[in-house]
């Protein structure tokens, strides 16, 4: 499988700018502003219930883990350190709450890991390989299965997402070290599944 660029995304003036309303708004609900929150949610509802479902894989529960998301957000944002990025912050909460869900209803359910194979160019998405990728996306989601909580955190917002190491290991809440180790480690174990049981359909795509 390819291989996320770990080169660093450029910080662009729009990123700045949303640092800069969150934090302010932030510092509104510290302050006792109640309409501040509503805000803070609509800015960050879809990032989080997408996180959310890429974990569950279900709309509705993953429905149910924003709202909670929201819930303990509100509770402990007097917590969050405004030296550190809000949304890795954020995402660390979605992701606790996503694993301590899956636990509690004793069931895994896999991200369907889409972003993995990249899309090809219209002109060359064939039947055959748009059967050959799907069938790939199926068997990359059932290697997901062997991955351990934290293996599949690490792979889900590294090549998934595409988060830097260094805010994955924010999120996390780990060293970079133990991240990329975490991250090897399921890379291993979903390519090796891979290899099992599609080697062909590695070749043929270019992954292998």
């Known amino acids: 499988m390819k291989k996320a660029s770990a080169k660093k995304k450029a910080v662009t003036k729009e990123d700045i700018y949303l640092e800069s ?15 501040a929150f509503s805000e803070l949610v609509k800015m960050y509802r879809n990032q989080v219930a997408s996180l959310a479902y890429k974990m569950v894989n279900d709309y509705d529960e993953a429905a149910d883990i924003t709202q909670h998301v929201f819930m303990k957000t509100s509770r402990n944002i007097w917590r969050y350190d405004e030296k550190k990025k809000f949304y890795t912050w954020l995402y660390r909460i979605t992701v606790n709450a996503s694993i301590d869900y899956i636990r509690k209803h004793h069931r895994y359910h896999h991200e369907s890991i889409e972003n993995v194979v990249e899309k090809a160019d219209e002109k060359n998405l064939t039947p055959d390989v748009s059967y050959q990728r799907n069938q790939l996306r199926q068997y990359i989601s059932e290697a997901a299965d062997s991955l351990s909580d934290k293996q599949r955190s690490a792979f889900l917002l590294r090549d998934v997402n595409g988060c830097h190491i260094d805010d994955v290991a924010n999120i996390m809440n780990m060293p970079e070290a133990t991240v990329r180790w975490y991250l090897h480690r399921a890379r291993v174990k979903i390519r090796k599944e891979l290899l099992k049981k599609c080697p062909q359909i590695l070749i043929t795509l270019g992954f292998k």
Request: proline share 0%.
């Open 21 to 35: 309303k969150t934090l302010d708004i932030i510092r509104r609900v510290k302050n006792g502003d109640d309409r």
